[in-house]
């Protein structure tokens, strides 16, 4: 057992036991070696069931949003990226800050369990490509911490326990490469660039798992859900699926945390990701450099203007 | 069934299909100015009024697009001129983006247009209309997106 897992238990056991918190989202082992997915826990004895490792990738985030008309106080653990969204969720006023508590644990980067081969042998996997983009290693927000994790509302480099293996496995080395995406479909033809957004988008089973896992996505009731909404159709055709991927990214423009997990829970692999930092790309270019859910006091750049935003509808 | 709706246009000539989102104020009375003082312009475009061109959500356009516009444009009064004080400074932000976002999915930005037109404007409404029309006929008609029946 790993420093950061008993510290993460000792913590929760202490938290439930006072009655603190109510209860407390981590993560725990899953049924593979690569697997360690989400887990709710109330009682005390059940922080035995935690656990952190490199798998730990689900942000958790999101899942406060089944709490956001309870009374209750709940605990959870933040990566970097995760917390992120903690701001993002307080900035749309989907929680209340004293109905949080928010843990910061320090991230070593999370492994790619897509390059997993045999299910029954442990290996060395390589990072997620949001990990080596990764520019907020360390918690933006926190109340706790624990594993030497650090507070950090800027671009920085890994801190804590997993500093230096994080540092080893390469967190954050390709922060440079974020837009490459970007760059490589804006240099392709208008029709070329149809042609590959139409063959991604004739993949999309519309399950919606890439709405349900982000913490911007937290509309009461969302349009795609309606059905009062005649204009917007549900069928999974590639026309209606290109509805919603821009539609889903509209929404969310300027408030995007780049969590990177919409595409990391896409069952069919479609670049999700692309469309939110082509969003972000322009929006740097265009209204000046911003991170969202970085400061709980930043504006967000479509719910502000400036007089002398840059004018091409004249 | 509105024109926008029935994309079957008369075999003869291709005719551009063009949605306008006109904002009531500035946009949509200086079309109303334009037929008033009985200017000609092509009739390839059919105005929606809306209140405010802030109003005109993003899906507007991608429905129009699948409904089988050629084009859309969006109006509305110029920056400092808006009924609401500063709806048309949103929409500004809000399209600048969509247009980009649009290009990236690989639709020809002059498909796409947003401008400012006040209610005095008639012969800039006039003008626009006439030179979007132009641009689209050259361009062709629009498959991409296009709801397929």
Same mark, same amino acid.
């Given at each position: 057992?790993?420093?950061i897992t008993?510290e993460m238990?000792?913590l929760a056991?202490?938290?439930?036991?006072?009655?603190?918190?109510?209860?407390l989202i981590g993560w725990?082992?899953?049924?593979?070696?690569?697997?360690?997915?989400p887990l709710?826990?109330?009682?005390?004895?059940?922080?035995?069931?935690l656990y952190f490792?490199?798998?730990a990738?689900n942000n958790l985030t999101?899942l406060?949003?089944?709490?956001?008309?309870?009374?209750?106080?709940?605990a959870l653990f933040v990566k970097?990226?995760d917390s992120?969204?903690i701001?993002?969720?307080?900035?749309?006023?989907?929680?209340?800050?004293?109905?949080?508590l928010v843990i910061g644990v320090p991230c070593?980067?999370?492994?790619?369990?897509?390059?997993?081969?045999?299910?029954?042998?442990?290996?060395?996997?390589?990072?997620?490509?949001?990990?080596?983009?990764?520019?907020?290693?360390?918690p933006?927000?926190a109340?706790r911490l624990i594993g030497?994790a650090?507070?950090?509302?800027?671009?920085?480099?890994?801190?804590?326990?997993?500093? =230096?293996? $994080?540092?080893?496995?390469?967190? &954050?080395?390709?922060?440079?490469?974020? #837009?490459?995406?970007?760059?490589?479909? %804006?240099?392709?033809?208008?029709?070329?660039?149809?042609?590959?957004?139409?063959?991604?988008?004739?993949?999309?089973?519309?399950?919606?798992?890439?709405?349900?896992?982000?913490?911007?996505?937290?509309?009461?009731?969302?349009?795609?859900?309606?059905?009062?909404?005649?204009?917007?159709?549900?069928?999974?055709?590639?026309?209606?699926?290109?509805?919603?991927?821009?539609?889903?990214?509209?929404?969310?423009?300027?408030?995007?945390?780049?969590?990177?997990?919409?595409?990391?829970?896409?069952?069919?692999?479609?670049?999700?990701?692309?469309?939110?930092?082509?969003?972000?790309?322009?929006?740097?270019?265009?209204?000046?450099? =911003?991170? $969202?859910?970085?400061?709980?006091? &930043?504006?967000?750049?479509?719910?502000? #203007?400036?007089?002398?935003?840059?004018? %091409?509808?004249? | 069934?509105?024109?926008?709706?029935?994309?079957?246009?008369?075999?003869?000539?291709?005719?551009?299909?063009?949605?306008?989102?006109?904002?009531?104020?500035?946009?949509?009375?200086?079309?109303?100015?334009?037929?008033?003082?009985?200017?000609?312009?092509?009739?390839?475009?059919?105005?929606?009024?809306?209140?405010?061109?802030?109003?005109?959500?993003?899906?507007?356009?991608?429905?129009?697009?699948?409904?089988?516009?050629?084009?859309?444009?969006?109006?509305?009064?110029?920056?400092?001129?808006?009924?609401?004080?500063?709806?048309?400074?949103?929409?500004?932000?809000?399209?600048?983006?969509?247009?980009?976002?649009?290009?990236?999915?690989?639709?020809?930005?002059?498909?796409?247009?947003?401008?400012?037109?006040?209610?005095?404007?008639?012969?800039?409404?006039?003008?626009?209309?006439?030179?979007?029309?132009?641009?689209?006929?050259?361009?062709?008609?629009?498959?991409?997106?296009?709801?397929?029946?």
């Open positions: 057992m790993n420093q008993k238990r000792d056991r202490e938290l439930l036991a006072s009655g603190e918190v109510k209860g725990t082992k899953g049924s593979r070696w690569y697997l360690t997915p709710f826990i109330t009682r005390p004895e059940e922080a035995e069931q490792d490199q798998f990738v999101g406060l949003l089944d709490y956001r008309y309870g009374d209750d106080k709940i970097g990226c992120r969204g701001v993002r969720l307080l900035q749309d006023h989907q929680i209340k800050r004293e109905k949080v070593m980067g999370m492994s790619d369990k897509k390059a997993v081969t045999d299910p029954r042998q442990p290996v060395e996997l390589p990072l997620l490509d949001k990990c080596l983009e990764c520019r907020y290693p360390n933006v927000i109340d030497g650090l507070v950090s509302g800027e671009p920085s480099e890994p801190k804590g326990l997993t500093a =230096s293996e $994080a540092a080893k496995r390469g967190v &954050g080395s390709k922060q440079a490469d974020r #837009f490459a995406q970007v760059k490589a479909i %804006e240099a392709m033809s208008a029709d070329e660039k149809y042609a590959f957004w139409q063959a991604q988008h004739e993949k999309c089973l519309r399950c919606y798992a890439c709405r349900n896992i982000c913490p911007a996505c937290n509309c009461r009731e969302c349009i795609f859900e309606s059905d009062k909404k005649g204009w917007v159709n549900k069928s999974a055709t590639p026309t209606d699926n290109a509805f919603f991927a821009v539609t889903r990214a509209m929404h969310v423009a300027g408030r995007c945390v780049e969590c990177g997990e919409c595409e990391r829970v896409c069952p069919m692999d479609i670049p999700i990701m692309a469309l939110n930092r082509k969003v972000i790309q322009d929006i740097n270019e265009l209204f000046g450099e =911003s991170d $969202a859910g970085t400061d709980l006091d &930043g504006k967000m750049p479509l719910g502000l #203007f400036k007089n002398d935003d840059p004018e %091409e509808f004249m | 069934m509105s024109a926008v709706d029935n994309p079957k246009q008369p075999a003869k000539e291709w005719e551009p299909n063009i949605v306008g989102f006109a904002c009531n104020w500035c946009t949509y009375a200086g079309a109303d100015l334009a037929g008033l003082s009985r200017m000609q312009y092509p009739p390839n475009v059919k105005l929606v009024r809306v209140p405010c061109s802030g109003r005109t959500n993003p899906q507007f356009v991608l429905r129009a697009f699948q409904k089988g516009a050629d084009a859309v444009l969006v109006a509305g009064c110029h920056p400092g001129d808006c009924h609401y004080a500063t709806g048309n400074y949103f929409t500004r932000r809000r399209y600048l983006l969509m247009q980009r976002m649009l290009e990236f999915m690989g639709i020809d930005p002059r498909r796409f247009q947003a401008r400012w037109i006040s209610g005095s404007e008639a012969p800039k409404f006039r003008d626009v209309v006439t030179q979007m029309t132009e641009e689209i006929k050259a361009l062709g008609p629009n498959r991409k997106l296009r709801e397929e029946i």
